[in-house]
T-cell receptor
Framework: NAGVTQTPKFRVLKTGQSMTLLCAQD?????MYWYRQDPGMGLRLIHY???????AKGEVPDGYNVSRLKKQNFLLGLESAAPSQTSVYFC?????????FGSGTRLTVV | AQSVTQLDSQVPVFEEAPVELRCNYS??????LFWYVQYPNQGLQLLLK??????LVKGINGFEAEFNKSQTSFHLRKPSVHISDTAEYFC????????????FGAGTTVTVRA
């Protein structure tokens, strides 16, 4: 089925470890986004991309990096994980008005 | 930056009663408006969206919302709720001129009681 696929679905990290979350879409969407969801705060934009090879900062970019080497993939990296990065991460893509979300990655940093 | 305010964080309601979830946004330009629902431990599901045209938008599961440009509001309503409507609801806004970034409200938790 067409859509947005996030991997992994769950992960537990120790403080200071690094990891990469992968978002893949097969709808040829130009725009892709990474959000984090925390209780009582809704979803906040971390980074986003308006096309292959581009990235831009969102509302809460500190501690994260992203790359969009291929149009269909948008990677979110944590170089040195901190407990404050414990959250649920959602990827989304759009082609102007119709958003598709992934099922989320639940990350716990201990 | 775009701001989205959901005026109620918690809404308890009895089964078969009506419910209204309020959403206001700050923008003076053309916007796209969305309501999403999230059931426990699940992802986001689109309930409805306003892109243009009629200001009354009908969505899935009997929900509807009305876009009021002068009041910059997009309130969600359902005339008769079911136990299965217990979930968290998010209002979201994007601007085409702003890279289509979605800004979300903090969410409203709806608890339906028998």
């Amino acid at each position: 089925n067409a859509g947005v696929t996030q991997t992994p679905k769950f992960r537990v990290l120790k403080t200071g470890q690094s990891m990469t979350l992968l978002c893949a879409q097969d709808m040829n969407h130009e725009y892709m986004y990474w959000y984090r969801q925390d209780p009582g705060m809704g979803l906040r934009l971390i980074h986003y991309s308006v096309g292959e090879g581009t990235t831009a900062k969102g509302e809460v970019p500190d501690g994260y990096n992203v790359s969009r080497l291929k149009k269909q993939n948008f990677l979110l990296g944590l170089e040195s994980a901190a407990p404050s990065q414990t959250s649920v991460y959602f990827c989304a893509s759009t082609t102007a008005g119709g958003y598709t979300f992934g099922s989320g990655t639940r990350l716990t940093v201990v | 930056a775009q701001s989205v305010t959901q005026l109620d964080s918690q809404v308890p309601v009895f089964e078969e009663a009506p419910v209204e979830l309020r959403c206001n946004y700050s923008s003076s330009v053309s916007v796209y408006l969305f309501w999403y629902v999230q059931y426990p431990n699940q992802g986001l599901q689109l309930l409805l969206k306003y892109l243009s045209g009629s200001t009354l938008v009908k969505g899935i599961n009997g929900f509807e919302a009305e876009f009021n440009k002068s009041q910059t509001s997009f309130h969600l309503r359902k005339p008769s709720v079911h136990i299965s409507d217990t979930a968290e609801y998010f209002c979201a806004v994007s601007e085409g001129s702003n890279d289509y970034k979605l800004s979300f409200g903090a969410g409203t938790t709806v608890t339906v009681r028998a």
